[in-house]
């Protein structure tokens, strides 16, 4: 696996690097996924992704969780029509150049999400995977993880599992080294996304956090300096609602995985700034003050 090193985040550091957009109009991005009534999390925290790298964010909710810093206590599934309505909303007025999903709750959501990304065909789709809970415990049973493979990976440009997702996703154990997420991360790919970023931030042996990038035409292993800090509700949420904001400015995948591993590093190394509720609070989405931290 080829490697490919992000420059090191440090606490005091307030930019990233510009995005390679060329675009004067601001980019549309649609988030598909879960409210988080904490905010740290869901659809919270991908709208604050999405604005603070500089696009216009857009929403569909999918279920309605009663959360907070310390954990889920209850899960609402969205109707069937009202997640369709949702999205024929959005999609017949907005020009939505990427949508990032989140999640998704049951099979049945799942496939009226299907129909409608192959109905509308936006230019960019990034799956972030949520299926398993911070206890452990999977939030999709067995049929909709099945339907979510069959129907909707396969569309993907990227999907970004985090090790026990990827673990749902294959059937494996969960990886317990960077050997064993390189077997993992070739089972993801012949699920049919074009890219995959498996996501290493449980192996907690390690100084830095190591991440898995597959590619149509390479690999690499992208490097991420960890930070002493309990506040990480909401990174996998950021980082993949980052890409899909990068991917709507034009950049290319490489690119906007680059961009979105900078941004989540710099929102991590600030998070105890915030200092939100008494559990796992949020990261820091404006770390560099209010308005587009690019």
Same mark, same amino acid.
């Given at each position: ?16 690097? %510009?995005? @390679?957009s060329?675009s ?11 409210s988080d ?8 925290? !991908? ?5 603070a ?6 929403s569909?909710?999918?279920a ?16 069937? !029509?009202?997640?369709?309505? @949702?999205?024929?909303a959005?999609?017949? *007025? ?7 999903? /989140?999640?998704?709750? !049951?099979? @049945? &959501? +799942?496939?009226v ?5 192959k109905q ?15 206890? /452990? ?17 396969? =569309?993907? *440009?990227? &999907?970004t ?17 960077e ?5 993992? +991360?070739?089972?993801?790919?012949? =699920? ?14 390690? %100084?830095n956090?190591?991440?898995l990038?597959? =590619?149509?035409?390479?690999?690499? =292993? &992208? ?7 309990k506040?990480t ?9 980052? +890409?899909?904001?990068f ?13 979105g ?19 796992? /609070? ?13």
């Amino acid at each position: 696996m080829k490697q490919h090193s992000n420059s090191q985040v440090s606490p005091s550091s307030t930019q990233i690097p %510009e995005s @390679q957009s060329s675009s004067i109009n601001t980019p549309i991005v649609l988030t598909i996924a879960g409210s988080d009534s904490g905010g740290g999390a869901g659809i919270q925290a !991908d709208i604050k992704a999405m604005s603070a790298t500089g696009s216009f964010a857009c929403s569909v909710i999918t279920a309605i969780t009663s959360q907070n810093t310390q954990g889920v206590s209850a899960i609402f599934p969205i109707p069937l !029509d009202h997640v369709a309505s @949702q999205l024929d909303a959005v999609f017949t *007025d907005l020009n939505i150049v990427a949508v990032k999903v /989140g999640m998704l709750a !049951d099979a @049945q &959501i +799942i496939k009226v999400v299907a129909d409608k990304i192959k109905q509308y065909q936006p230019k960019h789709l990034v799956i972030d995977p949520v299926m398993v809970a911070t206890s /452990g415990d999977l939030l999709l049973e067995n049929a909709a993880i099945t339907t979510l493979k069959q129907e909707l990976i396969p =569309l993907a *440009d990227i &999907i970004t599992p985090n090790l026990p997702e990827g673990a749902a996703l294959t059937g494996k154990a969960v990886p317990e080294s960077e050997a064993e997420m390189q077997g993992m +991360i070739e089972d993801l790919r012949a =699920l049919g996304a074009k890219a995959v970023l498996l996501k290493g931030g449980h192996l907690e042996k390690d %100084e830095n956090s190591n991440d898995l990038l597959i =590619l149509p035409t390479t690999s690499a =292993l &992208i490097s991420a300096k960890r930070f002493p800090t309990k506040n990480t509700h909401g990174t996998g949420c950021t980082l993949s609602s980052a +890409i899909a904001s990068f991917l709507a400015q034009g950049n290319t995948l490489t690119q906007a995985v680059d961009l979105g591993k900078q941004y989540i590093s710099h929102a991590i190394a600030h998070a105890d700034e915030l200092q939100i509720g008494q559990g796992h /609070g949020p990261v820091n989405h404006f770390f560099a003050g209010h308005g587009n931290v690019r």
